[in-house]
Each structure stands twice: as C-alpha cells, then as structure tokens.
C-alpha cells in the first residue's frame, strides 16, 4: 500500500473557479502535510504546510487536514492562470530520517 | 544564495555507460536527498544523506550508489545505465527534522536508450 494516494487528475478549470485537490494517506501516525507546486520543466517548490487537523490559510489558498478520515486537500479559491501547475501533496515523520513522502501529482490547468 | 544547482539539466547515455549527478548546495543544509520523477508516478526517493558521511537507501536505490564527503556536495552515481533509468533528477535539501520545506533543484533529464 502506498504511503500516500493522490488524485492523477488532470483538472481543467475557468479563471476564478474554486479548485479542490485531494490525497489520502495510510499510516495515522504521520505528522506533516505540505502541499509543493511545481511548475513545468522547474522542481517543486513548497507551497503551504500544517500538522493539525483543519484548515490554514495563506492568501487564495487553504490546507484541510482530517486526520480521523487521512484525507487532505487543497483549495484554491479565485483560481488564476498563474496556478496552471502540478500539485504535489506530501507527509512526512520527522523520525524516519527526515523522509518524505509524495503524492504523484495533480496537473492543472486554469483557462483565461 | 544560489540555492540547489544540479549539473548536467540535460544528459543522453547509451546503455552500460556510466555518469555522475551533480548536486551543489550552498544554504549549509545537513539534509539531501535525490529523486527520480517519472510521468503520473510522483517523487520517488532514492537516497538521501542526514550529514557528511552518512547516506541510507530511499524507496528505489537500485543501480544508484552517492556519496556525501561534504556539507555542500552529494552526487548520483549511475554505474551501468539502463533503459529503466529515464527520468528527470532532482536533488533537494533541507535544514534539519524541524524544517518541513525541501529545497529542490532545477532537475537533470537522463534518456538512456
């Protein structure tokens, strides 16, 4: 089982439109979700992180963890062409090495 | 700060052949690793290093071997390219186990045919 599922997508949205990505992960005992953006031909970037249960916000930008269901998303609200990207989602253990560990990725488009 | 420099971004290598991966960082991280990212299958860690001196095997470690002599350096070395071994690069680092932020490099794309 992997550590981690994500949504493949691809998603293709209008400009302004409200975005939601999504992964679930397996083992309750992870403690870190971060989203990273990686734009083509680029590496990832970090983007948002949290370690509760909930939502954090930055900006167009909110990280929703459930820690009772191992779900979480990201939703981008106003969605611009400037967030044509992959998303990746990613947790990690901070006692295994400092290893993280990545979704496959969400590619997507936001059409002017 | 230059941040994450991977040399070469672009590598073609005929089968058998062999190479090396250059990753250069200059922010004093302890931690690095390499990935490879292959299309729909997301990072996969191969290696990652918590200092000099010390590397430990990540998810795919085979036909891969690193060394980390320094703070700054942790290269990928491929021994006997194949086939299996296409994919685009990336080094990153990271501070320490209180970061939750890897810094990436620009990648390196590898076509072994």
């Known amino acids: 089982q992997k550590e981690v599922e994500q949504d493949p997508g691809p998603l293709s949205v209008p400009e302004g439109a409200i975005v939601s990505l999504n992964c679930t992960y397996s083992?309750?005992?992870?403690?870190?979700f971060m989203w990273y953006r990686q734009y083509s031909r680029k590496g990832p970037e970090l983007l948002m992180y949290?370690?509760?249960?909930g939502n954090k916000e930055d900006g167009r930008f909110t990280a929703q963890v459930d820690k009772s269901s191992k779900y979480i998303s990201l939703f981008i609200r106003d969605s611009q062409p400037s967030d044509s990207a992959t998303y990746l989602c990613?947790?990690?253990?901070?006692?295994?090495?400092?290893?993280?560990?990545f979704g496959t990725g969400t590619s997507l488009t936001v059409i002017p | 700060n230059a941040g994450v420099t991977q040399t070469p971004k672009f590598r073609i290598l005929k089968i058998g052949q062999s190479m090396t991966l250059q990753c250069t960082q200059d922010?004093?991280?302890?931690?690095m690793y390499w990935y490879r990212q292959d299309p729909g299958m997301g990072l996969k860690l191969i290696y990652y290093?918590?200092?000099?001196?010390?590397?430990d095997k990540g998810e795919v470690p085979n036909g891969y071997n690193v060394s980390r002599s320094t703070t700054e350096d942790f290269p990928l070395r491929l021994e006997l390219a194949a086939p299996s071994q296409t994919s685009v690069y990336f080094c990153?680092?990271?501070?320490?186990?209180?970061?939750?932020?890897?810094?990436f490099g620009p990648g390196t794309r590898l076509t072994v045919t």
């Open positions: 990613a947790i990690r253990l901070i006692d295994t090495g400092n290893q993280f560990y």
């Open positions: 083992n309750s005992a992870f403690q870190y």
């Open positions: 949290t370690y509760s249960s």
């Open positions: 922010m004093n991280h302890n931690y």
């Open positions: 290093s918590v200092g000099a001196g010390i590397t």
């Open positions: 990153a680092s990271s501070y320490g186990t209180a970061s939750h932020e890897q810094y």
